[in-house]
């Protein structure tokens, strides 16, 4: 992507009504360009601080300094750089020279092709870049990323989801192999077994959040409370997807800023500020179903569309909110789970 990509993160022409990731918008263009319009100064200012950060250091260091910096989002022509360097993924790709070339190169299996190829139509069908008639269409990178991924790591093979976080990691990082290794590192480090056949840790954390809103909004927990399953019913896409088709594309970049570099707590972070900052709406639903539609609606609208704003709020709104607090709820909470799923055998 060009040096300076921040100055051209502009919208294409209203005839197209296509965001500069290639996603057409015909519902909400006006109000998304109206915010891009201001958003684009500050990547603009951004752009210059992270340029000056960077300059002249080949490698990325951890730092509070550079927490803050990606806190307050990334341009996007660093994205890919920051994302490799905060999540390990390129020190892996260094340490495996011609390793992705290899799980391609391999004789691969039918089941897996298969079930890939099912998927792929499905996959961002409003893209124009993903279309199967677009050239050079990205669809077969994304197959290869996913096929690659699929060998790589046996126990998970393919599952729905992962196409979605493919394809975003293809549209940011415009390469098959960093893509792949940004795969391994959510998929195998960051996010714990969401993608595993039995999904104990999606299980898992849908649980952990229901336990941080008792403490964290508990009128909200005691509402959750009467409806027994509740969190898989309103989160679980939340999580395997990692808020893509959830949340707006600019703000789905900045929670993944975020989750690169802090690891897998951003999740619940932006599931509890969407919470807490609706708790109002939430607590007037009288039914199951009502329940589940506002779930729906309150990822929609102003609040999640300024993702700048929205960020500031995911990291004052929730409080306090450690890893050890997490490690904690998640083995309280695993051990729930594996101690009900064994009584149900």
Known sequence: MEENSAQHLTCSNDSERIDPYGFERHHDFDSYKEMMNEYVAV???????????LQGKPRVEKNLTVKRYVRKGVPNEHRSRIWMAASGAQEQLESNPGYYQSLLAMEHDAKLKETIHTDMHRTFPDNVLFKSKAEPGLQAVLYNVLLAYGHHNKSVGYCQGM??????????????????????????????DYYSPAMLGLKTDQEVLGELVKTKAPA??????????????????????????????ETVLRVWDCLFYEGSKVIFRVALTLIIHHQAEILRA??????????????????T?????????????PGSLSMATIDKLREKCKQHILEEESRQR
């Open 43 to 53: 990547l603009n200012r951004r752009s210059t601080r992270w340029s000056k950060l």
């Open 163 to 192: 196409n979605f976080i493919a394809g975003y990691l293809i549209i940011i990082t415009k390469d098959e192999e960093k893509s792949f290794w940004l795969m391994d590192a959510l998929l195998g480090r960051i996010l714990p």
């Open 220 to 249: 909200v927990g005691q509402l959750m409370a009467q409806y027994p399953g509740i969190w898989t019913l309103v989160v679980s896409r939340w999580f395997i997807c990692l808020y893509i088709d959830i949340l707006p594309i």
């Open 286 to 303: 009288r039914s199951l179903p009502d329940v589940c539609e506002c779930f729906k609606q309150i990822t929609c609208g102003a609040f």
């Open 305 to 317: 569309l300024d993702c700048h704003t929205f960020m500031r709020k995911t990291f004052t709104e």
